[in-house]
Antibody, heavy 127, light 108 residues
């Protein structure tokens, strides 16, 4: 059974750095052409894609948040880590990680969508 | 970045109704469009990928269509468990994924 689980602080202060961990099971982060995305959702608002990382270590970031985000993976621990610097109250949200199933080499990475999501972790930014 | 616009933003319908939600892309995205369902307090769930392919385990009353810039999600006969928020997501731009703003489907 494929599962993903997010973990991290519930509360962070403005200007601090947020570190979130996504621990996966049921698949390996080294599986060819497989990836993990991070997505967030402020209270009552829409989903916002943040970043992804693939098994070949290819990474990409949201245009608006690129300067603040870093994504990495530890295959041996089955973990994907997202850091976001200079946190602000507007970053208060539920943060999700999701699996990107293996893509065909002739198609876009997200052709098959994000097929399994974690339960999400809620982060509040407040002093 | 490719902008995704859903309509309507909210919709009231009754059990048994046929419902259609629209998603429009700011540029052509071929058939690279996915649909998700989200219930309150829960993570999104993939319903349809590549515009019209039903994800495994999703009821056949859900269907998707479209290509280019205009797409639709149709629920043929609404069930009580279908009342949720629906999001489209373009997968054309490999490096910059974007979602629509969501359509909230409520019970009339």
């Amino acid at each position: 059974q494929v599962t993903l689980k997010e973990s991290g602080p519930v509360l962070v202060k403005p200007t601090e750095t947020l570190t979130l961990t996504c621990t996966v099971s049921g698949f390996s982060l080294s599986n060819a052409r497989m990836g993990v995305s991070w997505i967030r959702q402020p209270p009552g608002k829409a989903l916002e894609w943040l970043a992804h990382i693939f098994s070949n270590d290819e990474k990409s970031y949201s245009t608006s948040l690129k300067s603040r985000l870093t994504i990495s993976k530890d295959t041996s621990k089955s973990q994907v880590v997202l850091t976001m610097t200079n946190m602000d109250p507007v970053d208060t949200a539920t943060y999700y990680c999701a699996r990107i199933p293996p893509y065909d080499s002739s198609r876009p990475y997200y052709y098959y969508g994000m097929d399994v999501w974690g339960q999400g972790t809620t982060v509040t930014v407040s002093s | 970045d490719i902008q995704m616009t859903q309509s309507p933003s909210s919709l009231s319908a009754s059990v048994g109704d046929r419902v259609t939600i629209t998603c429009r892309a700011s540029q052509s995205i071929s058939s690279y469009l996915n649909w998700y369902q989200q219930k309150p307090g829960k993570a999104p769930k993939l319903l349809i990928y590549a515009a019209s392919s039903l994800q495994s385990g999703v009821p056949s009353r859900f269907s998707g269509s479209g290509s280019g810039t205009d797409f639709t999600l149709t629920i043929s006969s609404l069930q009580p468990e279908d009342f949720a928020t629906y999001y489209c997501q373009q997968s054309y731009s490999t490096l910059r994924i974007t979602f629509g703003q969501g359509t909230r489907l409520e019970i009339k």
